[in-house]
């Protein structure tokens, strides 16, 4: 299988939207299969681009310290964008974004990759905005509130050949 950059966002997509990390039970809250997937996965490279705002210090280092907690700080993740790395494109019409998508191009190169080798991984208009602009593969999760939802990753397969666009939102919408 050829070896893939996979792009993923936080917020919503790894872990809960509101950034919370412990249960109640002080359980590290993971979301269902993203530990195996990327076990399953461990010859790819990931990376994670947030598009929360991250050209505010804290947040930024919110972020790198959920990385931490989770452990995906010790090479698991082998770079992390944010905001501040978003670039602005005409005629992207997305609400609160002023224009700006995540530089799948930039992330790409920084990571010694073809684009075609990219795959995106997120729960926003932002990522999928991102995605097609790029014209990469992008898997369109629900956003993660509750860790008894019906997505998990397992239903994610990063083949040779794959889809422009997956949209797997549709397994929490039959909790509704």
């Given at each position: 299988?050829?070896?893939?950059?996979?792009?993923?966002?936080?917020?919503?997509?790894?872990?809960?939207?509101?950034?919370?990390?412990?249960?109640?039970?002080?359980?590290?809250?993971?979301?269902?299969?993203?530990?195996?997937?990327?076990?399953?996965?461990?010859?790819?490279?990931?990376?994670?681009?947030?598009?929360?705002?991250?050209?505010?210090?804290?947040?930024?280092?919110?972020?790198?310290?959920?990385?931490?907690?989770?452990?995906?700080?010790?090479?698991?993740?082998?770079?992390?964008?944010?905001?501040?790395?978003?670039?602005?494109v005409p005629g992207v019409?997305?609400?609160?974004?002023?224009?700006?998508?995540?530089?799948?191009?930039?992330?790409?190169?920084?990571?010694?990759?073809?684009?075609?080798?990219?795959?995106?991984?997120?729960?926003?208009?932002?990522?999928?905005?991102?995605?097609?602009?790029?014209?990469?593969?992008?898997?369109?999760?629900?956003?993660?509130?509750?860790?008894?939802?019906?997505?998990?990753?397992?239903?994610?397969?990063?083949?040779?050949?794959?889809?422009?666009?997956?949209?797997?939102?549709?397994?929490?919408?039959?909790?509704?």
């Open positions: 299988m050829q070896r893939k950059l996979v792009v993923l966002d936080l917020y919503g997509t790894i872990v809960r939207q509101d950034g919370e990390i412990v249960d109640e039970n002080e359980r590290t809250i993971f979301r269902n299969g993203f530990a195996r997937f990327m076990d399953k996965y461990i010859h790819h490279t990931f990376v994670i681009a947030s598009d929360k705002d991250g050209e505010n210090k804290k947040e930024r280092d919110e972020a790198e310290d959920i990385l931490r907690e989770l452990g995906l700080s010790n090479g698991r993740i082998a770079g992390a964008y944010y905001n501040s790395d978003m670039v602005y019409t997305i609400p609160g974004t002023n224009g700006k998508i995540k530089n799948l191009k930039r992330i790409a190169i920084d990571n010694m990759f073809d684009l075609r080798d990219v795959v995106s991984i997120g729960d926003s208009d932002v990522d999928e905005a991102s995605a097609r602009f790029s014209n990469v593969p992008f898997f369109r999760v629900p956003i993660f509130k509750d860790k008894d939802e019906k997505f998990d990753y397992n239903y994610i397969w990063l083949g040779n050949t794959l889809p422009l666009y997956t949209d797997l939102r549709f397994l929490n919408e039959q909790d509704n």
